[in-house]
């Protein structure tokens, strides 16, 4: 059976499941997945150049916010 967000091993009881992927230059995003859903991605056009951020509530593990800072142009 396949682990969530496609991990090698399954994750211990009360512990969430995520995975983050970084992007090849411009050629292919970043994505952020948690307990197997994809939070941030191209697909879902809400990546950006610099440091793209999920912030998840640690106890409940719902989406607050996502956000991109472009570290480049400041």
């Not at 991990?7 to 411009?26: E, R, T």
């Not at 859903?37 to 951020?53: A, D, E, P």
């Amino acid at each position: 059976p396949q682990n969530k967000c496609g991990n090698q091993k399954s994750c211990p009881q009360n512990y969430f499941a995520f995975k983050i992927i970084s992007g090849a230059a411009n050629v292919v995003g970043p994505s952020i997945c948690f307990e197997d859903l994809v939070l941030m991605s191209s697909v879902k056009n809400n990546i950006g150049r610099g440091l793209n951020i999920a912030l998840v509530n640690g106890t409940t593990g719902q989406l607050l916010k996502t956000d991109t800072f472009d570290m480049y142009s400041g």
